[in-house]
């Protein structure tokens, strides 16, 4: 089959869905690879890179739509962008079904096969295509570094002859993948690092990276940290209060915040209020990783940097991933071709639409003229 990387639509995306060397991966099994002009120049890949990979380039998106049976991106589509797809093209991209239920019809009505990369089951079978994964875990790592460039200290601790500097105390409130990634890069960089989740399960893997893991004085932690598919319940009204009161506690005396607490399908929780953002020391940095849905802080504005009275810095930018885009690109390249190699079970340039596989039918959002979206729950986990 033939398979297109569009160029990235929306304004300041800096990655692309197909690489050179993944695109190299692709033709192994069996496919034609084409992309559109461009489409790379921002993640550090110019036409001519994907040319010597044996890549044809397409002068614009309309070209690239027009020679291609699978259109690959990293973002949902634009509505002009699905309104071009003919019937029985298959999209490989983000899609977000639940904020995008017009997307979802005009793929339906498209005849367009749709895989959603952030439907993809979080089951251990399918890590390698686990794009919300990659893309967290770049994101807990960025937001370290942006922390440490807006910081005006040291993370780590030193004894100078021109003084001593104590280490940077970091808290990480959610521990999943983003918070993990940024713990690892907050102990690297030397800080005394804090984490705390309602999943008490991971305490054991925030102490063996090096940092305390925060616990509350509540008598049955387990209660909310019930968790399916790696992912938390909701907090009961009593554990919510006494997660605060803590935080509430800490808040004096933190020098970065890294907020990264999510439950999916639902609005990012308030956790980090503004009476404790007013208590920070001035030159703190809260770095607001859940800002796209809502934020976890109070003062979080999306896409901006805010400086609070205080001198709190908050930072709420939602496009940590894009920010490293060579790097995004290449594992959501390798997310995409592992995706196709599943899609290609015979490594013959064939792809098959096998709807009694776990990981295939939940992340295709609509095929066959109709929506499949949302799947029934896996068979595995
Ligand atoms: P995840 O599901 O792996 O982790 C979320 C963690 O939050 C889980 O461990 C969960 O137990 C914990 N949690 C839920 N409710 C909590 C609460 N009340 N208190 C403490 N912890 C709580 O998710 P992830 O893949 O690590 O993504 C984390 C966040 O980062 C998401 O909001 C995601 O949208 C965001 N993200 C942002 C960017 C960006 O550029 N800003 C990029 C990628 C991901």
Request: glycine share 10%.
């Amino acid at each position: 089959m033939k398979i297109g990387a569009l160029k990235e639509s929306y304004e300041g995306e800096a990655r692309v869905s197909v690489t050179p060397s993944s695109a190299v991966h692709l033709q192994k099994l069996g496919h034609e690879v084409h992309v559109e002009s461009g489409a790379g120049v921002r993640a550090g890949f110019s036409d001519a890179a994907y040319e010597a990979a044996g890549v044809t380039v397409q002068p614009n998106a309309a070209a690239l739509i027009g020679a291609v049976d699978v259109v690959v991106k990293v973002r949902a589509p634009s509505e002009g962008e699905l309104r071009q797809m003919r019937r029985s093209q298959t999209l490989i991209s983000h899609f977000w079904p639940a904020q995008n239920p017009d997307l979802l019809e005009l793929a339906r009505e498209q005849g367009v096969t749709a895989i959603a990369m952030d439907m993809v089951p979080r089951i251990s079978r399918a890590q390698k295509m686990d794009a919300l994964s990659s893309m967290a875990n770049i994101a807990g790592y960025r937001a370290v570094i942006e922390a440490a460039n807006n910081f005006g200290r040291f993370f780590t601790g030193q004894v100078t002859a021109a003084g001593k500097v104590p280490p940077a105390k970091v808290l990480v409130v959610g521990a999943g993948v983003a918070g993990l990634a940024a713990i690892g890069a907050a102990v690297s960089l030397g800080a005394q690092v804090y984490a705390f989740d309602v999943r008490p399960e991971v305490a054991e893997q925030i102490e063996s990276m090096g940092a305390e893991f925060v616990y509350l004085d509540f008598q049955d932690q387990t209660q909310d940290g019930a968790a399916t598919g790696g992912y938390a319940a909701p907090s009961s009204p009593e554990f919510r209060e006494k997660q605060l009161e803590k935080f509430r506690e800490l808040a004096p005396d933190m020098d970065i915040v890294i907020t990264t607490a999510l439950i999916p399908g639902r609005d990012a929780p308030k956790l980090w209020t503004g009476d404790m953002v007013a208590a920070m020391k001035n030159g703190s940095v809260i770095i607001d990783l859940a800002a796209e849905r809502g934020g976890n802080c109070d003062l979080t504005v999306p896409d901006e940097r805010v400086v609070t009275e205080n001198g709190v810095i908050i930072i709420g930018y939602t496009d940590f991933p894009s920010r490293m885009g060579a790097q995004a690109s290449e594992l959501y390249g390798n997310n995409i071709r592992h995706m196709l190699t599943d899609l290609t079970p015979g490594k013959d340039g064939i792809i098959v639409q096998n709807m009694e596989d776990d990981v295939i039918r939940g992340a295709t959002v609509t095929f066959d003229g109709d929506v499949t979206w949302p799947p029934p729950p896996p068979k595995v986990q």
